[in-house]
């Protein structure tokens, strides 16, 4: 743990220092109060619920496309500068370096996404909110972003370029995302394949209307943990090229 | 220290390092010398775990680069020709990041980074960015990230590689001073550099070892060079050096300035003595007569050449 510790901080420490890291902070940061005012707040009148729901499904995106962007330099950059060669000759474990890497920017998105806090405090001061409905929500932000973050890590794996990583991550998260269409028009028992591995739609929604189920959690962990592990295939299988 | 086995990696069909053996002793300091695309990026990868062998294996210090990576890690300090290096980090930041990565104990690592910063003179930088500094000073930091955990083995990768005549000077100088402490292996296609550096030189060719052994025990199989100077006519030159024997190339330019014309043999034997009685019985003004730094090139390209006639 000491040395996905050691990488983790590292990586939050240049990514707080990259024009990278200020400029997706700074564009998702406006876009989610934009949102927040335009899309959750607009519309006439509207119970807190309903509100804190919107305001949920608007951050969903601005914190899958965060990842994406914060994840797309997280190995493609090491491996075009070559810097992925001082991890690799050191004792450390690939699942070391991954977990690492992932750590490191997984608190960057956090804390994005936890700043955005205020927007929710804003909606107390007209109306009623149910602490249990932030803690849901944010929950459910949180483990959408870990699952995106993991998917990023993976393109980020397979390509030198920051551009074909992101583009990888961003195939894969909108096949993931369009998976109920698939469940919609395919038969059983394809289409409930289709519907439960839809990142979105499926296991999403119960966390915008302040539910957690323990399935939605063991969904997005289990996304996570599988692009992480391919990610962590792929930097093994450098050696073997 | 280091033993390599019957190294061999193939990459589809391209045989990029084929069955290299070869033993380093602790301390020893040895050269990888060959053409661009010889192998021995390839070898070095493979001996700092980078790389998997298709077969063979090697071992450093007992532990299989194949099998106890994770061992042979803890043993090496690696310099990829490229540095590895963080450039928003500080030089002195950088390398307690890397002595951490490379399990130094935590109350060791200021003592050690200290240290890896004065041997490889970056005093002055410590607090600077990395980015900011120029090529030979990140080389020198390069340098520094692969010894600050004191490994006993240190795998360096064409170490001069794009520095300039001072920063190679300074850089010669600096391998020299890990000799002793730590065995080496560096690479380059330089000549003079491994000839000044290394104890013993692997001479690489087409992925396999073409020759092995000190300098002196290369130099007696190949040429001799030899480059003499004279004011005079080129043709008066020519013919007195056709009068020589025992010269198996000739290479004479034609005159330069002040006409001074000058001349590169190629030899067995020291010829010098008979090449000063023809060049001084020809009326010729004999300006300059000595070794030409062709030695250890005409080992190499000997050494290439007599491997290609056998293939």
Redesign the interface.
Same mark, same amino acid.
């Given at each position: 743990m000491? *040395?996905v510790w &050691? !990488?983790a901080r590292?990586e939050l =420490?240049?990514t707080l220092?990259?024009p990278l890291g200020f400029v997706v902070a700074a564009l998702v940061l406006a876009l989610d109060g934009l949102l927040f005012n335009l899309w959750a707040m607009g519309g006439g009148e509207k119970l807190s619920a309903e509100v804190l729901y919107e305001f949920f499904y608007a951050l969903s995106g601005t914190t899958m496309v965060a990842a994406v962007f914060l994840s797309m330099r997280l190995l493609a950059e090491e491996q075009r500068? =070559?810097? !992925? *060669? &001082? &991890?690799?000759?050191?004792? &450390?474990?690939d699942h070391q370096i991954v977990l690492g890497k992932f750590l490191g920017a997984y608190l960057f998105l956090a804390l994005l996404t936890l700043v955005t806090l205020y927007m929710p405090l804003l909606v107390m001061v007209h109306g009623k909110v149910s602490w249990g409905h932030v803690f849901a929500g944010y929950l459910g932000l949180l483990l959408l972003g870990a699952a995106a973050l993991a998917i990023g890590t993976f393109g980020s794996s397979v390509a030198r370029s920051q551009v074909v990583a992101a583009f990888v991550a961003g195939g894969i998260l909108v096949a993931l995302l369009l998976m109920w269409l698939l469940g919609r028009v395919a038969d059983r028992p394809l289409a409930d394949v289709f519907s439960y591995l839809a990142l979105h739609n499926t296991h999403y929604k119960a966390f915008m209307g302040g539910k957690i189920h323990l399935k939605d959690v063991v969904y997005y962990l289990s996304v996570s943990a599988f692009f992480l592990l391919a990610a962590t295939r792929m930097l093994e299988s450098?050696?073997?090229? | 220290m280091l033993v390599a086995k019957h190294l061999t990696k193939v990459f589809g069909e391209f045989r990029a390092v084929e069955d290299v053996s070869f033993e380093v002793q602790q301390g020893q300091c040895i050269g990888l010398l060959g053409l661009n695309g010889a192998g021995k990026t390839t070898l070095l990868r493979m001996l700092a775990c980078l790389l998997s062998p298709t077969s063979g294996t090697a071992l450093v210090d007992g532990a299989d680069v194949g099998e106890d990576g994770l061992k042979v890690r803890e043993r090496i300090g690696f310099l990829p020709e490229v540095p590895p290096l963080y450039g928003e980090m500080s030089v002195g930041r950088f390398l307690a990041f890397v002595a951490r990565l490379r399990r130094v104990p935590p109350a060791l690592v200021e003592a050690r980074v200290k240290e890896a910063v004065e041997r490889c003179q970056l005093d002055g930088v410590v607090e600077q960015t990395i980015e900011t500094l120029s090529y030979g000073f990140r080389k020198r930091v390069g340098i520094a990230q692969a010894i600050v955990h004191q490994p006993p083995l240190v795998l360096l990768d064409e170490p001069i590689a794009g520095l300039d005549p001072k920063q190679i000077v300074e850089m010669r100088e600096l391998v020299k001073r890990l000799r002793g402490a730590h065995t080496l292996v560096l690479s380059s296609h330089i000549l003079t550099e491994i000839s000044q550096t290394c104890d013993r030189i692997l001479v690489m060719h087409k992925g396999r070892i073409a020759a092995q052994g000190r300098e002196d025990e290369l130099t007696p199989k190949a040429h001799l060079g030899v480059r003499v100077r004279v004011l005079g006519a080129r043709e008066k030159l020519v013919a007195a050096l056709g009068g020589v024997a025992g010269l198996e190339r000739v290479e004479v330019a034609e005159a330069g300035a002040g006409g001074v014309v000058e001349a590169r043999l190629e030899c067995r034997e020291d010829v010098r003595p008979s090449v000063a009685a023809a060049v001084v019985g020809a009326g010729l003004g004999l300006l300059e007569l000595g070794e030409s730094e062709l030695a250890l090139e005409s080992v190499f390209l000997t050494l290439i050449g007599s491997r290609e006639a056998r293939t």
């Open positions: 000491t *040395n &050691l !990488i590292r =420490g240049a220092r990259s500068d =070559g810097t !992925i *060669n &001082l &991890l690799l000759t050191s004792p &450390l474990k450098r050696r073997w090229r | -």
